[in-house]
């Protein structure tokens, strides 16, 4: 069973930054994508920033130039870098592994891998 376990999140005032890291049990290169996720009271769970195996980066529009994600092969760890936090940032925020498998009928298979969350919370 691969886990996944997040790190880094607190309390930050507004204007500050915070580093989440997430560890993966297994390589980050078998997943097609490896990111994150955040929920917030009451929304629905967003996909924040992600990146493919290839190295191609995805992000939300109201993370851009602020957030920055990336990983570490070797320690199968990704990091998101947040900068310019706001209080609309605050949730709890998820680490995401994306596999897709080809099944017996040739069909594709998506599969996520979730860690536990990591509270981030922006307030003065």
């Known amino acids: 069973q691969v886990q996944l376990v997040e790190s880094g999140g607190g309390l930050v005032q507004p204007g500050g930054s915070l580093r989440l890291s997430c560890v993966v049990s297994?390589?980050?290169?078998?997943?097609?994508?490896i990111g994150w996720y955040r929920q917030a009271p009451g929304k629905q769970r967003e996909l924040v920033a992600n990146?493919?195996?290839?190295?191609?980066?995805n992000y939300v529009d109201s993370v851009k130039g602020r957030f920055t994600i990336s990983r570490e092969n070797a320690k199968n760890t990704v990091y998101l870098q947040m900068n310019s936090l706001e209080p609309e940032d605050t949730a709890v925020y998820y680490c995401?592994?994306?596999?897709?498998?080809?099944?017996?009928?040739?069909?594709?298979?998506?599969?996520?891998?979730w860690g536990q969350g990591t509270q981030v919370t922006v307030s003065s």
């Open positions: 990146i493919t195996t290839g190295g191609t980066k």
């Open positions: 297994e390589s980050i290169l078998s997943m097609n994508y």
């Open positions: 995401n592994g994306h596999r897709i498998f080809i099944g017996t009928d040739l069909e594709y298979i998506h599969y996520d891998y």
